[in-house]
């Protein structure tokens, strides 16, 4: 199955998740991901932030993140998403 042709509506489902779930703050990176972002947006969510890259992410992530906050990072491995996490480990 060709899953591109519905990937706005499963990442906007995704937001949907996100706000019924009640997390705090959502950093979504690259183009599809921002419809994780609008759809939360829709739905009252006020802390989100829309990167373009991981460096920009990275930046972002070591600016908010306070000591024991519990962060989920969930990505595509075409997205090189570890040298998020390798960065945020040092």
């Known amino acids: 199955m060709n899953y591109g042709e519905f990937s706005e509506e499963l990442h906007r489902r995704v937001g949907d998740e996100v706000v019924k779930n009640k997390i705090d703050i959502l950093v979504v990176v690259g183009e ?3 419809h994780i972002g609008a759809r ?3 739905l009252g969510m006020d802390k989100i932030y ?3 890259n991981n460096q920009e992410t990275t930046q ?3 600016e908010i ?3 024991n906050d519990a962060i989920l990072l969930k990505a595509s491995n ?3 998403f570890i040298e998020i996490l390798e ?3 040092k």
């Open 40 to 42: 939360a947006k829709e």
């Open 60 to 62: 972002i992530l070591n």
């Open 32 to 34: 599809d991901a921002k």
């Open 78 to 80: 075409g997205m090189k």
């Open 50 to 52: 829309e990167c373009n």
């Open 87 to 89: 960065s945020l480990r």
């Open 65 to 67: 993140i306070k000591e």
